[in-house]
């Protein structure tokens, strides 16, 4: 029995010598264990930006693709816009190694839409649904942003809307802002230059006439009109009260640029641009700068595109010695020489008007000599502008050329000058000459890399939509990447 006992544990020693010997082999056969602190993670998103053949961005989070990653586009192209189903490694710096990316829904092609109109219908059980605005159907859902924050919109305000054209013909609302059309009140005063039963102009303002307007005075052609009213969607003013009055010698005062000049000898004609309320209307006042009108250019030239004081007295039409003219010049002080900085940038056109266009918060004054090429200008298309800087904010266009727009992927480097809790609005001041600062919207998917503060200098990728806004995909502080 013992015999057998012993002979017994000789053949187990022996198999578990085997298997010590085969169980390495099998370890090295089969796949890797996951690394510690590495887990592997499977996710579905949107593919928001394609840096290079092996880093993505989908839904906020960087992907790397690597030469064993297998891309499945069975179901469409892994272009930007798509949905894929993400399988990967997550690495220490949050980003994912994938090893298999599937397209499950190929990039979905919508046609920017952007206008303005009033609210003619709402949903009756509240925000969310089809909107009635002007002519058009707009469905506003959980992910339409409206402005101003907790606004409650009513059926006749003005519907700001920014979204996409839907096969069905309807608009798929993105960013509605909403405005009163009644809400901004403005005074302003100027020589009456014609009159009619419900609309009379008035320094060169469209003024509409109600039952309701008071009027004192009889109104003439060439007498003074102080109008008070609401500033209307196409810039006409709706008075709720008219004074008329004969011209007086009481003087004005304001600031503003002067945007032409009728002639360097004087007595000359110059249009200046107000920096002042009266801004609300936007036209170019003509003052009459005599001999007798006092020039101070001690810091520097009074030319075009230099920001000046102006003190001067109102004249009529008929008296003035140009048929244009609203003032006559009493002093003018230059506060800011002209910049006269060739520049060259892009944006989307946010407004359109005669003599200027706002593209990207800059106001580009629109000559004669402007060359537009192009498509045909409109609200919510890209302008590339080159011109020159007059002033703060102020270019005068050179040659514009009109694109449709297009979300793109914008990189640059610049300061942070404000932040807020995210998600929120960081406006980032980029490097270089062009004075403006960006409204970037930071999300929880925004990746941000080492201590970001007020005055940090950041380098920032973001997508910016066809509506202008931009949304960050990772905002980095410089000196990360140099430690």
Known sequence: MERKLTRCLSVMVAIVAVLALLVPTALAEGPSPE????????????????????????????????????????????????T????????????????????????????????AAPIVALPPDGVLGEWTVGTETVVVSDKTRLL????????????????????????????ILIRRPSQVEVEFFGPIQSIGETEW?????????????????????GLIAEVKGFLQPDRSVVATRIRVREPQSEPVSFQGIIVSKSGEELPAVWGIRPLTSTDLLPSVISVTVTVST???????????????????VPVSVSSAADANAVLVAQRIKVLRPPLNQEITFAGRIDEIHDDYWIVRGIRVLITPETVIDGLPPA?????????????????????????????????????????????????????????????????????IVGPVEVGSHVRVIAIRSVSGHMVALKIQDIRATTE
């Open 379 to 447: 609200v919510g298309l890209m302008a590339e502008v080159t011109g020159t800087l007059r002033t703060e904010r102020v270019v005068e266009a050179r040659h514009i050329t009109v694109r449709e727009a297009v979300p793109d992927i914008m990189d640059f480097t610049g300061r942070v000058v404000q932040k807020s809790p995210i998600p929120g609005t960081w406006k980032i001041a980029p490097d270089g000459t062009l004075p403006v600062i960006y409204d970037i919207w930071v999300t929880p998917w925004t990746v």
């Open 148 to 175: 101003p924050d907790g606004v409650v919109p009513a059926v006749g305000d003005i519907a700001d809307v920014t979204g996409f054209r839907t096969s069905d013909g309807k608009v798929d609302a993105r960013l």
């Open 84 to 115: 894929v189903q993400v399988v990967g490694v997550r690495q220490p710096d949050r980003s994912v190694l994938a090893r298999v990316i599937k397209v499950l829904r190929p990039p979905i092609q919508l046609r920017p839409v952007h206008f």
């Open 294 to 312: 006092t020039i101070d250019e001690t810091k520097g030239p009074a030319d075009v595109g230099a920001l000046v004081h102006v003190v001067a």
């Open 201 to 221: 102009t008035v320094r060169n303002v469209r003024v509409i006439i109600t039952a309701t307007t008071e009027i004192i005075g009889t109104p003439q052609v």
């Open 35 to 82: 690394p510690p602190g590495n887990p592997s993670v499977t996710f579905v998103g949107v593919i928001q930006a394609k840096h290079s053949a092996t880093e993505w961005v989908v839904s906020g989070v960087t992907v790397r693709l690597n030469a064993q990653t297998v891309v499945n586009q069975q179901a469409g192209p892994a272009d930007v816009g798509a």
